[in-house]
């Protein structure tokens, strides 16, 4: 079966055919509310006077699944798939169009709906000719094989198309999309042959896959139709193994039947075992070493099926000696390939034998080649890793550049860029922990038992006496003087707030750290106690002592005679600070920069504005023409600023310059939230087609998409960065490891739609809002609801938490702001400040002002006092 992926619109930058699946622009008319018939501005996605949810356009794609429902293909169904129809029952893979098909099969290029991929699809077709005996079998066969193939995922290889879905009733498997040329096509264009180093080279990576199948367990997996046209180049030059057999595997079943012999393989390429239904490893080493005479030959066997008889008793050689053709073949290539092309099973080098061999030959001609970044001539692999360590910066950029890739093609070592990718992939979000865990791996000079070597600029940390409400701050220089990269999680008493919960340090980096004493979390009195610990990937690695005097009579003083006490949330009341009238619409995004001093809103009128919190005034427009402002966020470190729209775009602006750094398109979906990792390298966003992407700020690239509800319309991060909190419509909040992007916990106890969600500084805590009014306070540590608070009387739009985590904020579309304590649930103030709908809340860095913004465009600023 031919599986030849041809050029496509998708690729070539012209997605001509994918209107099928693109998602309808934002509505341009006002929205009635079918609830309280409400008329709200175009892109709204909940009500403005109720917070009743709108509805959202879904793709085309989906509604045209929904308008054509496709009952699950039928195991004795040979109707051929038409574009449009889905292959499976919940209708996720639709059929684009048909790429290939064979005696026993075809190939359909389909769509992922779920995860916006293009796949493959194979299927098998019995032929109706067959006896019922031989359909039977092709079926068993076919589950047997597929099941085996799936296998291969697990690690992987990077020359073999990953297998994402076996689907037996369909009898269909879902397979990686590889958009490429095959050898074939490529051999036409350069008229009939290739340069010996490239066809050693792509006979080396194939033979690399080939082994990696043949060592799967409990039994191999053997491709049986290894040839030019299953070896495809994608635009990268990396080469693929496609088509795995699967069509054929019914041969060993039906040798005797003369009518299927001839189906068993291809003439002049399957070896004489295949052809008797005796296949082992060795006979893909056969077909490898024809396909790799004819790349350095440019020779074809012309074999009919007259000539079957004669070569399967060992009469008829196909191939001659290569040097025969062309005498500059060198006499080891081709004592390889008459190795390979022996009569018997027994006498060919397995697969690994025979890639160690091709690796060899490659080595030799292109060793020293490789060159650095900065000039520098790299000889050997523990010279490479030598120079990475100690240029680390560059070797980042080189490692998830291009450099397994000139490993490839310069050294021929096919091993050590597969590990370079593993390192890549396994550490997308991190590159320091992928330079890192490559450099353990090859242990140059003893890297990998070196451990992280930490040091702080003091010991220990004395706040000296403080009152019962006071908060003081102290700072703290954290260096890496180790080799290896550390990243380091903080433990910290309840009196203690560091501020940042994890950090990551490449060697010689420093992190400076404020850490501040709040009395109002200390449980005892008298002398306090207590130490800082730094916890690496490793394990402990040293501690800060902490201590301060917690004075009942400065308390008393600072009261009564200094007048000097700073009025708090919890025992003053709180009091309107000014108004911003900065936009015509709804206020849907608000954020402070991390030092409190710049605050960015964004909202219905396309704006995007930076304001100075001390006097109100403009500092600068970043965007104005940003569609419908969802959501703003600064980046931890205060130089970016993120915007996300409703038009499907996430812009990241300089937040000095006010340059615009990168654009995120995601066409088919809009982004609801958005936020930074903590070292403000990763983007990490939430999107109306119930994904969570991660985006690499440097360059723009997606790194990993986590698969969420269709109800999904909130997300908070942790602040350290291991969680995802995701509120959903279905009354459910979803919690995710973000690492692994996996579902670890979901969290019930509101009796409408979540709307609102957020994490407290210590991440301890978890706030969360309905379209009810109601407020749940919940430990996130174990997911238990703390407390469940009534008072809005209508949908809450936005929570936040007070960083000392004693407060609670909840906006409403009844107008009002309520403060709640978290330690006992009371509600502690009611703020009336807003004539409309209060869309957004978010307290200040250091806890000194709180922003709401409302559906008239104002943004109002708060403090105690």
Request: charged share 20%; aromatic share 6%; net charge neutral.
């Amino acid at each position: 079966m031919q599986e030849t992926l041809r050029p496509c619109a998708f690729a070539s930058g012209n997605p001509s055919y994918l209107k099928s699946i693109e998602s309808k622009p934002m509505p341009s008319q006002p929205l009635r509310c079918p609830s309280c018939k409400h008329v709200n501005p175009p892109g709204s996605r909940f009500c403005n006077a109720c917070g009743s949810p709108l509805g959202v356009t879904r793709p085309l794609g989906e509604r045209l699944a929904r308008a054509r429902p496709t009952a699950p293909l039928m195991l004795t169904s040979d109707a051929e798939l038409v574009p449009g129809l889905a292959i499976d029952p919940a209708g996720r893979y639709v059929v684009r169009e048909t790429i290939g098909k064979g005696g026993f099969g075809e190939a359909y290029l389909v769509f992922d709906r779920q995860l916006n991929r293009f796949c493959v699809a194979k299927r098998q077709v019995p032929n109706p000719k067959w006896s019922t005996r031989t359909k039977e079998l092709a079926a068993q066969n076919f589950v047997r094989e597929a099941e085996l193939l799936v296998t291969l995922n697990t690690p992987g290889h990077p020359n073999i198309p990953e297998i994402y879905e076996f689907l037996p009733e369909q009898r269909c498997l879902v397979m990686k999309y590889v958009e490429g040329r095959n050898l074939g096509e490529i051999l036409r264009e350069r008229r009939g042959l290739l340069n010996p180093a490239e066809s050693m080279a792509i006979a080396r990576d194939v033979a690399s896959a080939l082994s990696y199948m043949h060592a799967r367990r409990p039994e191999p997996v053997l491709h049986r139709d290894v040839k030019l046209a299953n070896i495809l180049l994608d635009s990268s030059g990396r080469v693929w193994l496609i088509d795995f057999g699967l069509s054929r595997a019914i041969a060993v079943h039906v040798q005797n039947d003369p009518r299927h012999t001839q189906l068993a393989g291809t003439l002049g390429i399957t070896p004489p075992e295949q052809w008797r239904g005796q296949a082992e490893p060795r006979s893909d080493v056969y077909a490898l070493a024809a396909t790799l005479h004819t790349l350095l030959t440019g020779f074809h066997p012309i074999l009919t099926k007259a000539d079957l008889p004669n070569f399967l008793s060992g009469v008829l050689q196909p191939y001659p000696p290569p040097r025969s053709i062309d005498p500059a073949i060198p006499v080891e290539v081709e004592n390889l390939l008459l190795h390979g092309l022996a009569f018997t099973a027994r006498e060919r080098p397995s697969a690994a034998a025979f890639c160690q061999a091709l690796e060899k030959l490659l080595t030799p001609r292109s060793q020293a080649r490789l060159q650095a970044p900065d000039g520098t001539p790299i000889a050997d692999e523990q010279a490479l890793m030598v120079w990475a360590e100690a240029n680390w910066e560059h070797a980042l950029a080189w490692l998830y550049g291009n450099l397994a890739d000139q490993v490839e093609k310069l050294w021929g070592r096919n091993k050590l860029a597969a590990e370079m990718r593993a390192a890549t992939h396994q550490h997308p979000k991190d590159r320091h922990a992928g330079l890192d865990a490559l450099l353990a791996s090859h242990d140059p000079e003893g890297f990998g038992a070196e451990r992280t070597r930490l040091v702080a600029d003091r010991r220990s940390l004395d706040f000296g006496s403080m009152a019962l409400e006071e908060r003081r701050d102290e700072w703290l220089l954290i260096s890496n003087r180790g080799r290896r990269y550390a990243r380091v999680n903080l433990q910290h008493p309840r009196w203690i707030i560091p501020s940042l919960l994890s950090f990551n340090l490449a060697p010689g980096q420093r992190q400076q750290l404020k850490i501040t004493a709040d009395m109002r979390r200390a449980t005892e009195s008298g002398k306090l106690r207590d130490a800082l610990l730094l916890k690496d990937q490793h394990g402990l690695n040293f501690r800060i002592e902490v201590q301060a005097q917690l004075s009942r009579w400065r308390a008393f003083w600072l009261r009564t005679v200094g007048g000097q006490r700073a009025l708090q949330w919890e025992d003053a009341p709180v009091r309107q600070v000014r108004t911003i009238h900065g936009h015509k619409g709804n206020v849907w995004a608000l954020d402070f920069g991390p030092g409190g001093l710049e605050l960015a809103s964004g909202g219905w009128d396309e704006m995007v504005r930076l304001w100075r919190v001390s006097d109100g005034n403009l500092l600068a427009t970043l965007d104005d023409q940003a569609g419908n402002v969802l959501s703003v966020s600064f980046s931890p470190d205060g130089l970016l600023v993120a915007v996300a729209s409703s038009n499907g775009d996430v812009k990241v602006w300089g937040a000095r310059g006010g340059k615009l750094v990168q654009t995120l398109s995601t066409p088919q979906a809009y982004q609801e939230s958005i936020h930074f990792s903590p070292d403000s390298q990763v983007l990490i966003a939430n999107g109306s087609d119930a994904t969570i992407r991660y985006w690499r700020l440097d360059d723009g690239s997606l790194l990993q998409r986590i698969a969420t509800v269709r109800d999904a319309v909130a997300l908070a991060c942790r602040p350290d960065g291991q969680a995802l909190a995701v509120a959903c419509h279905d009354r459910r909040i979803r919690i995710y490891d973000a690492e692994a992007g996996q579902l670890v916990a979901t969290l019930t106890g509101h009796h409408a739609g979540v709307s609102a969600v957020a994490f407290s500084l210590d991440g301890f805590l978890l706030a969360s809002g309905s379209t009810d009014g109601m407020v749940c306070i919940w430990d996130s540590e174990h997911g238990e609801l703390r407390y469940q608070l009534r008072g809005h009387q209508n949908a809450i739009r936005s929570v936040a938490i007070h960083p000392d985590g004693l407060l609670v904020a909840s906006g409403g579309m009844d107008g009002n702001v309520r403060l709640w304590r978290t330690a006992d649930g009371e509600l502690h103030q009611v703020l009336q400040g807003h004539s409309s709908g209060v869309l957004r809340v978010t307290f200040s860095p250091s806890g000194e002002l709180l922003a709401s913004g409302d559906s008239e465009g104002r943004v109002t600023l708060w403090q105690p006092g």
